[in-house]
């Protein structure tokens, strides 16, 4: 479910595909209202419909009155849909967690965010769910990829959780920029003498050990020392 802004007002609406059943959209919107009793009460700022062009994001600025485009931010976790708003001339938000930073043109950007010995993950939650930060995926237990602002990244370090910024989120596809941030999160513990390759002899600064998958690819672990 996606949601549009027109910031003027701060109201809320939805844009939301149903799917193409006939009947599907009453059906969305009867859930809709059910579950949020006179919330949405605006039919100008409720869009059923594909998600497919920018089309159905034109419709949505259109009924935001007075607001312009770039007074819309769109939330939506799919890359592709977020194209289409910005293309309609909305702000985009990955996450309703970014609305505000899209509002005040902050970006977001992917990053690894370490958790350090003697910390686990549940602290990190919680350090996450204070700021402007979501988890994406754990590697491991110490390695986390994250989507964050800037605002969000520092909070993180302040808490004991170092935090390497990579791409901005709607910059390079998913899968490539996960692989590039790999990659340079990898290169950068070898430049740093902080991980050698599996087979090799640790040295006292070794913190991490990467291994060359059958695929080619580059994988790391963190070194336990007993």
């Not at 996450?128 to 602002?149: I, P």
Request: proline content about 5%.
């Amino acid at each position: 479910m996606a949601v549009l802004d027109a910031l003027h007002d701060v109201r809320t609406g939805i844009i939301s595909d149903p799917g193409p059943d006939a009947g599907a959209a009453s059906r969305a919107a009867a859930a809709l209202h059910e579950a949020f009793p006179g919330r949405f009460t605006d039919e100008a700022l409720v869009h059923w419909g594909a998600k497919d062009g920018r089309g159905i994001f034109d419709r949505a600025v259109a009924g935001a009155g007075e607001a312009t485009a770039g007074d819309c931010v769109f939330v939506g976790d799919d890359a592709r849909e977020r194209a289409f708003a910005r293309e309609a001339g909305m702000r985009t938000a990955a996450d309703p967690v970014f609305a505000r930073a899209a509002t005040e043109h902050r970006p977001v950007h992917r990053a690894w965010v370490e958790v350090p010995d003697g910390r686990g993950l549940p602290e990190l939650t919680a350090a996450v769910n204070d700021t402007e930060a979501v988890v994406v995926r754990s590697v491991s237990e110490r390695l986390v990829l994250a989507m964050v602002t800037t605002r969000g990244a520092e909070a993180l370090e302040r808490a004991g959780f170092p935090v390497d910024l990579q791409e901005l989120v709607d910059g390079a596809p998913m899968d490539d920029a996960e692989r590039r941030a790999s990659e340079k999160f990898i290169n950068d513990l070898l430049a740093r003498g902080e991980a050698v390759y599996e087979g090799e002899e640790p040295t006292p600064r070794t913190t991490h050990v990467v291994r060359r998958e059958d695929d080619g690819r580059l994988t790391v672990r963190r070194l336990r020392f007993r």
